[in-house]
């Protein structure tokens, strides 16, 4: 007698096809993170699916600098005390939180929200560079930071960015030490972050 498959419930289904569209997230631990949220108690799902949805609806993007925040301008665009003549550009918010953590920085930041790739498709219009160079022109900062991820197209990116601005009287410098080729900097530990704002350098 041949054994009939059991067919698995479409709604499980489409909970692990969306959980698999998420970052870093392959289909056995869509799989294993489905299957956890249905043995979970309803009140913690509920309350996920309530942070979820706020998320979306009280959060947007800095008019000025692009991180995501609730009010806008963002805290760190209109705090006094922090160097606003200094700008540390990265590719994502979750970078520039990252950079918060080391407290070691107390200047301003760019998000790009991603990098030049032009086999993905992503040229500098994609991203908020334009807008970058206009902050600069409208109020010229003292240092430009590259802090673009050490990859092929975290490079490029700065390389770009450093040619649209090379014109202006502003230094450019950007991470060294301590972050290892091909790394990301939301994987990077404080203390190295830390030894690689302390070591950065001029771009040329």
């Given amino acids: 007698m041949n054994k009939k498959n059991v067919s698995i419930s479409s709604v499980i289904s489409d909970l692990i096809n969306h959980l698999n569209q998420l970052p870093g ?58 160097d606003q003549k200094s700008i540390c550009i990265v590719q994502d918010s979750i970078d520039a939180y990252a950079i918060e953590s080391t407290n070691n920085y107390n200047g301003s930041y760019h998000i790009l929200n991603g990098y030049i790739s032009p086999i993905n498709g992503i040229g500098p219009n994609e991203l908020t560079i334009s807008s970058l160079i206009k902050r600069i022109e409208k109020k010229p900062p003292t240092e430009i930071i590259l802090a673009t991820n050490p990859t092929i197209e975290g490079d490029a990116t700065a390389t770009y960015i450093s040619n649209q601005i090379k014109s202006a009287n502003i230094k450019i410098s950007r991470l060294a030490v301590g972050i290892p080729f091909g790394g990301d900097l939301d994987y990077t530990d404080p203390k190295t972050l830390t030894q690689a704002f302390n070591s950065r350098q001029i771009f040329e």
Avoid: W, Y
């Fill in 25 to 82: 997230i392959g289909p056995k631990t869509a799989e294993r993170l489905a299957f956890h949220i249905i043995k979970s108690p309803e009140n913690k799902i509920l309350s996920l699916a309530d942070s979820l949805i706020k998320s979306k609806q009280k959060l947007s993007f800095c008019n000025n600098c692009f991180i995501v925040t609730e009010i806008n301008p963002c805290n760190i665009c209109t705090d006094e005390m922090r």
